[in-house]
């Protein structure tokens, strides 16, 4: 995986804007720690940070194709592409010549051959820019699920590109403010597609792609869930599951780095695991190597909460066990999870406040930390709840109904609402209820349809879509930034195109058919799992119980409103601080109860840490 950035100007020479461009570059370090590259012409500078995965000798960017005394067509690549090898034999066979073994020359041979139609060839995940000096035309492209990020700032006669806002943030044209619309998409669990926060920044949204000329920017759709009639049976939609997903994590397994599995002892999870394992026996190519989180103390003091019923630790040990992984259990305590240097470190990751979540973002920093020393590349299970219904708020009769998204109703409702300690005249203000009735309608008004298709399996495809659009892609954005900040590149195989566009067209009644959640993914790989895992219900990734945890974060607070001069504090209802931080530390702290604590002090360090202006 690596870092891409970069900057067009029609009518500037950036040629002699070397310094603004390595600045740039340079915030790309943590994403590609291998090897860096500019390439400066009059009207583009294109830069490179490298993770070095497959062909480790070759592959630096940003790469060149000049051919019959042509302008250049510089491109600046990050991702993996999974059918690369099979994409390579076409085109060799179309006459082109490869000096590399990697992926991203094919991606640079692909777009000569096909231009921009090339991006529908692609299997993998990718965000990448190619500046086309021949036409003078600067190509951004993101995934078709956004598992790469890709944020652009349009300029009056150009753009500026990169991985992360911090690339753009670099550039010293650019200031660094947040309205109104971005303080409520800080403040709501619901993502806008393209929306940056940053006051005139944008990310280009998944399966779309941005074309930058001298006469303006343009946005195409190349990508996108469709309704198709699904006519295989069960047992045949079963065994295609099972298929696409053998092939999937297959393709995934190719390195030239050491690879792992991220086991929670969950069936997403075990399932990638157990599928990884089997592949590499078949190759004769070793255990599979997996690394799980936990807390210390956690094993004797774990306690059912409403989104945990059970911890993880016994059943990765099921699964690890069963297939004779290579397996390393990482501890964590609330000391840990608490550093000043790990919290600035993530939210040095993020450019934005890490409020959702919580002591989710230190723990998942502190584990791919951890797993970075034993691998480069690590598998992973997100996406898989969203794409079988594996949430509780599929289940819930209450969500058919509900006009807003299914993950703010019922029990993770609560979680999601993390300004009870704000100004209510504020948030009166930002009106983020009626942000979101029209957010949530306007997803509802994209849902694809079947002629004819009414009643539950019209609103359960309205739901998976809304979770495949809308709400994995905070998953994937947490699980990128926190990978990235240590270089360990994820790759997510539920995200596979093939995958997400067969399953999302199975019919609701095919995705339940056995009364549980997840019902397809169940009988594709019940024959590789232990069975407690396979009669395990669906738990979200840990989170500490420690109140020790929390007494740190009241400590922190406490001090932020003292200090009499912390950004947040005008953003407060100080009275209501105060009689929070009053109340007894209780025996068991959640996820849910510290949401309120979260926030504010996210919102503050970030506010300091970016010296960001808010225009309210």
């Known amino acids: 995986?690596?870092?891409?950035?970069?900057?067009?100007?029609?009518?500037?020479?950036?040629?002699?804007?070397?310094?603004?461009?390595?600045?740039?570059?340079?915030?790309?370090?943590?994403?590609?720690?291998?090897?860096?590259?500019?390439?400066?012409?009059?009207?583009?500078?294109?830069?490179?940070?490298?993770?070095?995965?497959?062909?480790?000798?070759?592959?630096?960017?940003?790469?060149?194709?000049?051919?019959?005394?042509?302008?250049?067509?510089?491109?600046?690549?990050?991702?993996?592409?999974?059918?690369?090898?099979?994409?390579?034999?076409?085109?060799?066979?179309?006459?082109?010549?490869?000096?590399?073994?990697?992926?991203?020359?094919?991606?640079?041979?692909?777009?000569?051959?096909?231009?921009?139609?090339?991006?529908?060839?692609?299997?993998?995940m990718f965000a990448f820019g190619i500046w086309d000096a021949r036409r003078e035309e600067l190509?951004?492209?993101?995934?078709?699920?956004?598992?790469?990020?890709?944020?652009y700032y349009p300029t009056p006669n150009g753009v500026l590109f990169g991985s992360?806002?911090?690339?753009?943030?670099?550039?010293?044209?650019?200031?660094?403010?947040?309205?109104?619309?971005?303080?409520?998409?800080?403040?709501?669990?619901?993502?806008?597609?393209?929306?940056?926060?940053?006051?005139?920044?944008?990310?280009?949204?998944p399966g779309h792609l941005?074309?930058?000329?001298?006469?303006?920017?343009?946005?195409?759709?190349?990508?996108?869930?469709?309704?198709?009639?699904?006519?295989?049976?069960?047992?045949?939609?079963?065994?295609?599951?099972?298929?696409?997903?053998?092939?999937i994590v297959s393709r995934q397994l190719i390195s030239d780095v050491p690879l792992c599995s991220l086991l929670s002892g969950g069936l997403d999870s075990s399932a990638v695991t157990a599928l990884a394992a089997k592949a590499l026996k078949d190759q004769g190519a070793g255990p599979v190597r997996s690394f799980s989180v936990d807390f210390v103390g956690a094993a004797e003091s774990f306690v059912p909460d409403p989104l945990r019923s059970t911890p993880d630790a016994p059943f990765v040990r099921d699964l690890a066990e069963l297939v004779e992984a290579d397996h390393r259990e990482i501890l964590l305590d609330?000391?840990?999870?608490?550093?000043?240097?790990?919290?600035?470190?993530?939210?040095?990751?993020?450019?934005?406040?890490?409020?959702?979540?919580?002591?989710?973002?230190?723990?998942?920093?502190?584990?791919?930390?951890?797993?970075?020393?034993?691998?480069?590349?690590?598998?992973?299970?997100?996406?898989?709840?969203?794409?079988?219904?594996?949430?509780?708020?599929?289940?819930?009769?209450?969500?058919?109904?509900?006009?807003?998204?299914?993950?703010?109703?019922t029990t993770p409702g609560p979680f999601y609402d993390g300004t009870p300690l704000f100004d209510k005249g504020l948030i009166g203000r930002l009106d983020i209820p009626g942000r979101r009735r029209d957010s949530y309608h306007e997803a509802i008004a994209e849902v694809p349809t079947l002629p004819g298709e009414t009643g539950l399996e019209k609103r359960m495809r309205e739901l998976s879509y809304l979770n495949l659009t809308r709400f994995v892609n905070t998953l994937l954005d947490r699980k990128d930034r926190m990978s990235m900040a240590v270089g360990l590149e994820v790759r997510v195989p539920f995200c596979d195109h093939r995958l997400v566009e067969y399953v999302f067209n199975a019919p609701w009644s095919m995705k339940k058919f056995d009364g549980r959640e997840k019902s397809l993914l169940r009988a594709a790989t019940r024959d590789i799992?232990?069975?407690?895992?396979?009669?395990?219900?669906?738990?979200?990734?840990?989170?500490?119980?420690?109140?020790?945890?929390?007494?740190?974060?009241r400590d922190r607070l406490a001090e932020v409103v003292s200090s009499g001069d912390a950004p947040i504090l005008p953003l407060l209802d100080l009275d209501r601080v105060k009689d929070r931080l009053n109340r007894p530390v209780s025996s068991e702290s959640t996820q849910i109860t510290r949401i309120d604590l979260e926030v504010p002090l996210s919102l503050n360090a970030w506010l300091e840490s970016y010296d960001v202006t808010l225009d309210l």
Not at 229 to 245: A, K, M, N, P, Y
């Open 210 to 247: 941005v074309r930058v000329r001298r006469q303006g920017l343009s946005k195409h759709r190349y990508w996108a869930l469709e309704a198709a009639e699904h006519t295989d049976s069960l047992d045949r939609t079963v065994r295609t599951v099972r298929e696409l997903l053998e092939d």
């Open 334 to 409: 609330s000391d840990d999870l608490s550093d000043p240097v790990v919290r600035a470190a993530v939210l040095g990751a993020t450019d934005l406040p890490p409020v959702w979540y919580g002591d989710l973002w230190p723990s998942l920093y502190l584990l791919f930390r951890a797993v970075r020393e034993r691998s480069t590349v690590a598998l992973s299970g997100e996406s898989a709840d969203e794409l079988f219904g594996g949430y509780s708020w599929f289940h819930d009769p209450e969500v058919l109904t509900a006009e807003t998204f299914p993950w703010l109703t």
């Open 1 to 124: 995986m690596c870092g891409i950035v970069g900057w067009v100007d029609f009518e500037r020479d950036l040629s002699q804007e070397r310094a603004v461009a390595e600045a740039m570059t340079r915030t790309m370090a943590c994403r590609g720690p291998d090897a860096e590259g500019v390439w400066l012409d009059r009207h583009a500078a294109i830069g490179h940070r490298r993770l070095s995965v497959i062909d480790l000798a070759g592959g630096r960017q940003p790469m060149l194709a000049e051919e019959g005394g042509l302008p250049p067509t510089v491109l600046t690549f990050s991702g993996e592409i999974y059918n690369y090898r099979e994409l390579r034999s076409e085109l060799a066979s179309r006459g082109h010549r490869f000096r590399t073994q990697s992926d991203t020359e094919v991606v640079l041979r692909a777009y000569l051959e096909w231009g921009q139609d090339m991006v529908g060839k692609l299997n993998g």
């Open 164 to 205: 992360e806002p911090k690339a753009i943030l670099a550039n010293p044209e650019v200031p660094r403010r947040v309205n109104a619309d971005g303080l409520r998409e800080i403040l709501d669990m619901v993502k806008t597609p393209e929306h940056a926060v940053f006051t005139g920044m944008s990310e280009v949204r």
């Open 529 to 553: 799992l232990p069975k407690s895992i396979v009669e395990r219900v669906k738990a979200p990734y840990p989170s500490t119980q420690d109140s020790g945890y929390e007494k740190k974060l």
């Open 139 to 151: 190509v951004l492209v993101r995934d078709r699920m956004g598992v790469k990020p890709l944020y």
